[in-house]
Every structure is written in structure tokens, then in C-alpha cells.
């Protein structure tokens, strides 16, 4: 009986223990997903709440307007306008997403690579911000997308600022231009607070001021149905516009060096003596920075960067010449200061200077005869300056050079800037592994063989002669301000060096500027200008040796092998308050291609300026 009782308790053998361990199984399961609840609902909350804002709510960029750019007179030489363009939400686009981005190409007349690419890259980066995929539509394609739009979700019309210069090519090789910041651009962290897809300065004052004239980028945050269609707005941020850029720069002058220099390719460069602000500066050919911000094909930008002309690079900042008899001066104050000549007595020109078993010619072929420093830089006798440079030698020659502000950049606001080269003995060894030949400081005193300048070092370098040995560094940005007017940047006169030569040599060497204008024999009488005396000196630099072109035309010689002319200088001559240089390329002579330019420019700057501006004072140590 007993035995029959106990089968009757437990008919299924083990069946405590199946019931223990399933009960087991169900308390972890039940363990496993409380444990999940509580990570999703706590430790995670705030990443899937984002994520299920995220599939209703959306950030709609508002690009800040960039900064103005104003000459020294407050005309806006480059503003901002509104544009249309079209933008769209990566993950609000359809599974199909490239069918559809294909139909909108197609509506638009666009090519949809491009298209493609962006979306994909706001795709990986950030999926539920706008991505600008078209720009610069017109009415008609405004109208078009406007009358298709539920064609496509996710697509949204934008207005954003297109930067716009309304002097076209005027001072565009001052202002820069503008694009699309680049992926290597973006990792560079050099453009702070940057995204993919902003607008960046690119060259020039665009790129160096961007940081303040860029601002700061608004948006909405947008409630969107499950089409990706915007039904409320939740908030705005609203953009910050970026600050503006007062220049030193006076677009008339500026103007007015352009068209005087029409097609030629050169560079000019005027720059005010007292303050050393910079009033034009100039380089052709140009480009339009217009151009630039409509988004360049790649055929375009081949076009532009393969073009033998170079365009886009500033001649007066970075082109590199050489300066011919306008280094004169810089021989005349060497020779002075060392002793090696005395300005009174004469030294005999007939053409041609015998020095080992080489004859330096002079470019007069018949000679000047009897030259006295005066008379050696009225007539720019290259005899006479031989002579001065082999007896001063080329450490003095090189030592006042430094001391006069060549062979160094600057300092310009501006960037890409190079500084040229005044040669030394110390520097031939070094670069080319060869001893410094007597010859070569020949050549070196009339500004040829390896002396190389830029225009803006050689305006500078007659500000410098103007201010009787004071260098000062030239600036382009007089103030920078916020949309309240408050100044954020304000730019200011600098002395750099102050050479060590007295009076009695600038004398010396001012008077003779001065009687190249003025005097009936002077090589720069192109450049006079009725009462409103000019000193300076005209320069003729050779590209390359002309032995096989002697006796013949101008026109015969070909383009490429033809002098570079030169004019630098100073008004008025008594009381300086402006200079300039300017170089034409392949123009010939100086006397005849970059004179008149010289004296048109000043002529349009007296123009400008009242008579009584001109009251006889000669600048002295201190900026003014």
C-alpha cells in the first residue's frame, strides 16, 4: 500500500527538479529584461529620446551673412546678396534616394554627381541636417521646384548669402575670393567653428580676415510630418552676421591704376608716405572673384589655374623682378655713406665701362661724358653707377640695401607675401656652391644680376627714401567692426627700421629724383605733372641678355625677350605725402610705358585731394 501511495505523489519521475530549473530559466529571463528596461529607460533615455526627436525633428540651416568689405571712404567694394538654393535632409529622402535626387537634377538641369556626393557626405556626418546640393537658382527654376516639391521630401528652398563684388576684376587680387571649404581644409582646423558645406575666404583679405568676417551660422529647429514636410517651428537660432572690413585702399585710385595699366600685364602699388596705408595696389591681368561664387566647374578652375598668364597671382606681392636703375638710389646712399665717391666730382661716361675682359655697357650708347652724382642719376648713367658700386663694393651695396628695407618682406597684411632677394658673397656660397665674382657687383649696382624686387618692396623703398631713411610697414585694414560699430581690429602706422644716413645724403639723393622729372635731360620727364613737382626714377630691366637683338626694333624683338619697364617715386618732391612703382612687363623703357602711368596716378590723387593738403613739410621720425 505504501509503495502504491508514493507512485501516486510523483507519477512523472524528477519532476521537482524540471520544475526548479525552468522556474530558474524564467526568473532570468524576466531578470535579463528588467535589466534592459532599466538601461534603455535610464542609462540610455537621452540617446533614444534624441534619436526619436530626431524622426520629427529637423535643423534648418540660416547661413550668416558674410562681412562687408569698404574702401577707406566707406563704398562697398564687397557685400553680400541673396540667393536661392536648394537644400535637403538626407534622411528624409526616400529609400530610393538617388532615383530621386536624379528627378530633381533632371527638373533642375543639373548634373547629378555633384548632387550625390554631397547628400552621401551630410548622410555620414550629420543625416538630419540640411545639406545644400544646388545654389544660384533663378526664377524659373525657383518656380519649378516650388510647383514639384512634393515630388520630393526632405528638399527645402533656401535663401543663403552669395558673397558679390560689384567692381567685378577691380582689387581683386586685394580682396581674394571665396568658396566651399574643402575636406583637407576642414581637418586643418585652421578655419575655427568651420563645417562641411561653409563658405570660406580663399585668398587675400578674405582668407586672412575670414575668421571676423565669416560669422556665425543660425538655424530652425522644425517639427516634420512623416513625409519629411515642416509643420511647426520649435525654435531659431538666429545667425550672426560677420564683422566688416574698412580698407585703406580709395577704389578710385585703385580704378584709375587699373585702367592705366589696361591690358599690360604689371602690378602698381601707391602707398600714402605719412601713415603708410596702402591707396591702390595693383596687379594684372585679373580675375573676377564673381566667378568664384558661383561654384566653378573643374573645366573652369583648369582654365583659370593653367593659364600662362597667371591671373590669380598678386604681381605686386609676389612677382619678382629686377629692379633695374631704380636701385640707384640704393647705390648712391651706399656709395655716400662708405665714402667711395665724392658727389661733386665727375666721372667720365663714354659708353662703356672696361672692367676685366668684359665692357659694361652704358644705355647711351655715345656716352654722357663728364658725370657728377647729380647728373648720374638725372640721366641714370649706368657708367657712373659701375664705377660707384665696384668702389663701395658689394657688402655695402647689400649691408644698406637690408638697411634701406629690401631683400625682406614687408609686412604686409596680406598673405603669400615674398621677399625678394638682395644678394651677398655669404649667399651665392651658400645657395649655388660658387665664390661672388667682382663682376657681379657691377650689375648689382644698377639693380641687374641677382637683385630681385617686388613692386610693393620698391614703393615701399621710395616711402622710405621720402622719409629720409624711416621704414615703415604699409597695411591695407584700417579697422575691423562688429555690426554695432564696435572695433574688433583697428590697424596701425609701424615703424620697422630706421636707417642711419643723415640729411646731407637724402639731400643729395632727392635732389637728383627730383631733376629726373624736372630737368630737361632727366629720364622720367613723362612724368611731370604742373605744379605738383615729382621725384623718382625710371628703370629698365633685363629679362635676358639682348646681344643678339642689338640694332633692332622693338617691335622685332620678341614679346617675352623685351626689358621690363620701371617707374618709381614720390609727390611732391618738396613736401612728400604719396608713392608709387609700377613695373610694366616686357614694356621696354621706363620712361616711356611706366612714367606716364606714374604721373596719371598722382594726377588723379591730386584730383582728390584739396591744394591745401600740400603745405611744405618733410615727414620726419615719427609716423604720422
Same mark, same amino acid.
Given at each position: ?267 602698381? *602699388?601707391?602707398?600714402? @608716405?605719412? =601713415?603708410? %596705408?596702402?591707396?591702390?595696389? &595693383? ?5 573676377? $572673384?564673381? +566667378? ?125 607675401? *615674398?621677399?625678394?632677394? @638682395?644678394? =651677398?658673397? %655669404?649667399?651665392?656660397?651658400? &645657395? ?5 665674382? $667682382?663682376? +657681379? ?184
Amino acid at each position: 500500500m505504501s509503495s502504491i501511495s508514493q507512485d501516486s505523489r510523483n507519477p512523472i519521475p524528477g519532476i521537482e527538479r524540471k520544475i526548479a530549473v525552468t522556474m530558474g530559466l524564467i526568473a532570468l529571463t524576466f531578470l535579463f529584461l528588467i535589466i534592459n528596461f532599466w538601461k534603455l529607460q535610464v542609462l540610455q533615455h537621452s540617446k533614444y529620446q534624441s534619436l526619436a526627436d530626431n524622426n520629427r525633428i529637423r535643423l534648418v540651416d540660416m547661413p550668416a551673412t558674410r562681412g562687408i568689405i569698404k574702401d577707406r571712404n566707406g563704398v562697398i567694394i564687397a557685400d553680400s546678396s541673396p540667393n536661392y538654393s536648394l537644400a535637403v535632409i538626407p534622411r528624409d529622402m526616400d529609400r530610393a534616394r538617388d532615383k530621386e535626387l536624379e528627378a530633381l537634377a533632371k527638373l533642375l538641369d543639373r548634373e547629378p554627381e555633384d548632387i550625390f556626393d554631397r547628400v552621401r557626405t551630410g548622410m555620414s556626418v550629420a543625416p538630419y541636417r540640411t545639406v545644400l546640393v544646388m545654389e544660384n537658382l533663378d526664377d524659373r527654376e525657383v518656380a519649378l521646384f516650388d510647383a514639384e516639391k512634393d515630388r520630393f521630401p526632405g528638399a527645402v528652398l533656401l535663401v543663403t548669402p552669395r558673397r558679390f563684388y560689384p567692381f567685378g576684376t577691380t582689387a581683386s587680387h586685394l580682396l581674394g575670393y571665396v568658396g566651399e571649404i574643402s575636406s583637407e581644409q576642414l581637418a586643418s582646423g585652421e578655419f575655427k567653428g568651420a563645417r562641411k558645406g561653409d563658405v570660406i575666404g580663399e585668398l587675400a583679405l578674405e582668407k586672412l580676415y575670414d575668421e571676423y568676417l565669416r560669422g556665425r551660422d543660425g538655424g530652425r529647429q522644425v517639427e516634420v510630418d512623416a513625409r519629411g514636410r515642416e509643420i511647426n517651428i520649435l525654435g531659431i537660432t538666429e545667425p550672426i552676421p560677420g564683422a566688416n572690413a574698412i580698407l585703406t585702399i580709395d577704389i578710385r585710385l585703385q580704378k584709375e591704376m587699373e585702367d592705366a595699366l589696361g591690358e599690360k600685364h604689371g602690378a602698381g *602699388v601707391l602707398i600714402d @608716405i605719412g =601713415t603708410g %596705408e596702402v591707396l591702390a595696389m &595693383v596687379s594684372r591681368p585679373g580675375f573676377d $572673384p564673381n +566667378e568664384f561664387s558661383l561654384r566653378l566647374t573643374w573645366e573652369r578652375w583648369d582654365e583659370i589655374v593653367n593659364d600662362p598668364s597667371h591671373p590669380l597671382q598678386s604681381r605686386a606681392l609676389r612677382g619678382v623682378y629686377p629692379p633695374g636703375s631704380t636701385f640707384k638710389v640704393v647705390t648712391a646712399v651706399a656709395a655716400l655713406m662708405e665714402e667711395a665717391i665724392d658727389p661733386d666730382k665727375t666721372l667720365v661716361c663714354s659708353g662703356g665701362y672696361r672692367f676685366g675682359r668684359r665692357t659694361y655697357r652704358d644705355w647711351k650708347a655715345g656716352g654722357h661724358g663728364e658725370v657728377d652724382l647729380h647728373r648720374g642719376i638725372v640721366e641714370s648713367c649706368d657708367v657712373y653707377f659701375y664705377q660707384a658700386g665696384e668702389r663701395a663694393g658689394i657688402d655695402a651695396l647689400s649691408r644698406w640695401a637690408f638697411s634701406l628695407g629690401l631683400g625682406k618682406k614687408t609686412g604686409i597684411d596680406l598673405p603669400g607675401e *615674398v621677399s625678394g632677394l @638682395i644678394p =651677398t658673397p %655669404e649667399w651665392k656660397n651658400r &645657395v649655388r656652391n660658387m665664390p661672388w665674382f $667682382p663682376g +657681379e657687383t657691377l650689375s648689382a649696382a644698377i639693380g641687374q644680376g641677382f637683385v630681385l624686387v617686388t613692386p610693393l618692396q620698391l614703393a615701399n623703398l621710395y616711402v622710405t627714401v621720402a622719409r629720409r631713411g624711416t621704414v615703415i610697414t604699409p597695411f591695407l585694414v584700417k579697422r575691423i567692426e562688429n555690426v554695432l560699430g564696435d572695433a574688433l581690429y583697428t590697424g596701425k602706422p609701424a615703424i620697422s627700421m630706421e636707417s642711419e644716413v643723415p640729411d646731407e645724403v637724402w639731400d643729395r639723393v632727392i635732389a637728383g629724383l627730383t631733376g629726373v622729372v624736372a630737368d630737361d635731360h632727366g629720364t622720367g620727364r613723362a612724368a611731370r605733372i604742373t605744379g605738383f613737382p615729382v621725384a623718382g626714377k625710371t628703370g629698365t630691366a633685363q629679362v635676358v641678355g639682348l646681344e643678339g637683338w642689338q640694332g633692332k626694333k622693338k617691335e622685332e624683338i620678341p614679346l617675352e625677350f623685351r626689358d621690363h619697364a620701371w617707374f618709381a617715386g614720390f609727390a611732391p618732391a618738396e613736401a612728400p605725402r604719396v608713392a608709387a612703382a609700377v613695373i610694366v612687363e616686357h614694356g621696354g623703357h621706363g620712361a616711356s610705358a611706366a612714367a606716364p602711368i606714374v604721373a596719371r596716378i598722382f594726377r588723379k590723387y591730386l584730383e582728390l585731394n584739396t591744394v591745401a593738403d600740400f603745405v611744405p613739410e618733410v615727414p620726419g621720425d615719427t609716423v604720422q
